[in-house]
């Protein structure tokens, strides 16, 4: 279960890590600036298992795979937005941090609920509100990737 | 029911006689690319898959463009691992600062890239080569460093969307126009997941350089790639830029969209009508024509990029510059695609009339666009740039604000001291 932090549409890879940091990669750093040019007190409000909920295209721009790490080491244990940018939505499979397409979750959910997200089901309830949602299951394809436990073991299977 | 350029070019690299939309496929990789941001992060994951050596040596191209010439002590340490990591592999392209360029201005220029490839590179602009007729998108540092590994990425065939392109454009107008307005009317997620497919008689009307300009921007609208037709400019331009290296058997493969084609939608884009067109903040698809643009004060230009920093985008920056001086208190900085251009705009004077307007020009490099060094601003700021991205904080200060634009309007610009239509240039004796 987690706290929820709410953001609008088209939340850009510009914003979730500025390039003015990206001359590390290293996960620890790049989460002290998570956020930072949209919501400066993310990084000192974020707890370990926290969830973001966004606005439709959530992760557009850049394919700075910084992006999706920032938001894993800053502790989020899901992002759900009714759609993801596409290189946004790779990233984070293959970086291991967990997210779900859900339209309804995405607008009723309010920032500082506290949700629950079932990743086998795709069952995300809002324990604040007493409701439950439905996202869009894994593409099986995707499923086989998340259960090698990411793209690097995955390939090591199949070098 | 038949396949768009993009399909077909997935299926035959996937050993595949059909594919069709939303179905999972493995491609193998003609190309596969990275820079000085994502190099080292995909080497870090290279090595954790266990890889030892890059699938193909030959197809693996590392650029170090966006913190170049090094920026500050980190990005030295990154350029530095890439470095390393290209003189361990036996990678040959690999562009050291001096001869680097903006990589997506760089890598048609130098033949790495023709008609017909799949191309993965850990830059979202890869999708720039769609210009050429092949299949290019960009994928973050694990999926580079899967295609390092084993030669093939995973892709999801995507639907696609048709841009019938007609009529002739206006003397101010570039492809850079064409791609904002677009942009502007399709919206930012306008194409998700999707391909964007141009095509059409007014295809003849455009350069290389418009179009590269115009596939660059395909992510901007969310789109997986965008491609062109291939015609006989694409073809002439092929042939002027053969790689030489004879490590490198390109081979050419046209691909036209199969006339049952299906397409999610089709656009008739007709270019006559289109005006010179800027992007307010912060999203690339608040387009404004130049008529809209009202009074808006400017303090610093920039011209450059991978979306517009080829010959013709110095040209007409030229043509404006000459004679004329950059407004007062106004930074205009260029700086080109690459070494190549950089050299022909020194031996056709280009270089002279920039710096004889006040212009700072420039070295090669992503800098200024992302807000990584040569160019931030500071808060309250506008800049007018023919860059490609106008989020919060992309080019300095989150109180700062870009405008995109065209060489043409951001040249007009940096003589009016605000966003200007170079049309007027004349009639308002500036």
Known sequence: MGKVFK???NVDTDVIIPARHLNTSDPAELARHCMED??????????????????KNFGCGSSREHAPIAIKAAGVNCVIAPTFARIFYRNAFNTGLPILECEEAARKIDAGDEVEVNFKTGEIRNITKGESYQAEPFPEFISGIIESGGLVNYVKNNL | MGMTMTQKILAAHAGLKKVKAGQFIEADLDVVLANDITGPVAIKEFQKMGAEKVFDRTKVVLVPDHFTPNKDIKAAEQCKMLREFAVD????????????????????????????????????????YGALGAFATGIGSTDMAAGMARGKAWFKVPSA?????????????????????????????GALYKSMEFMGPGLKHLSMDDRFAMANMAIEAGAKNGIFMVDDRTKEYMKEHKNRNKAFKKKIRIYKPDKDAVYDETY???????????????????????DEVGDIRVDQVVIGSCTNGRMEDMEVTAKILKGRKVAKNLRCIIFPGTQNVYLECVKKGYAEIFIKAGAVFSTPTCGPCLGGHMGILAAGERAVATTNRNFVGRMGHVESEIYLASPAVAAASAVAGKIFNPENLKKEGK
């Open chain 2, 268 to 290: 008739v884009i007709d270019l006559s009508k289109i005006r010179p067109t800027v992007a307010f903040p912060h999203l690339p698809e608040n387009t404004r024509t130049i």
């Open chain 1, 38 to 55: 949209i919501d400066a007190d993310f990084v000192n409000q974020v707890k370990e298992g926290d969830i973001i909920v966004a606005g």
């Open chain 1, 7 to 9: 953001y609008g549409e």
């Open chain 2, 89 to 128: 592999q036996e990678i040959e392209n690999y562009f050291e600062v001096g001869e680097m360029g903006i990589e997506h201005a760089l890598l048609p220029e130098k033949g790495i890239v023709v008609a017909g490839d799949a191309v993965i590179g850990a830059d979202s602009h890869t999708c720039t």
């Open chain 2, 161 to 189: 969307i048709k841009f019938e392109l007609v009529g002739k454009p206006s003397k101010w107008v570039s492809g850079k126009d064409v791609i904002l307005h677009i942009i502007g009317m399709i919206g930012v997620d």
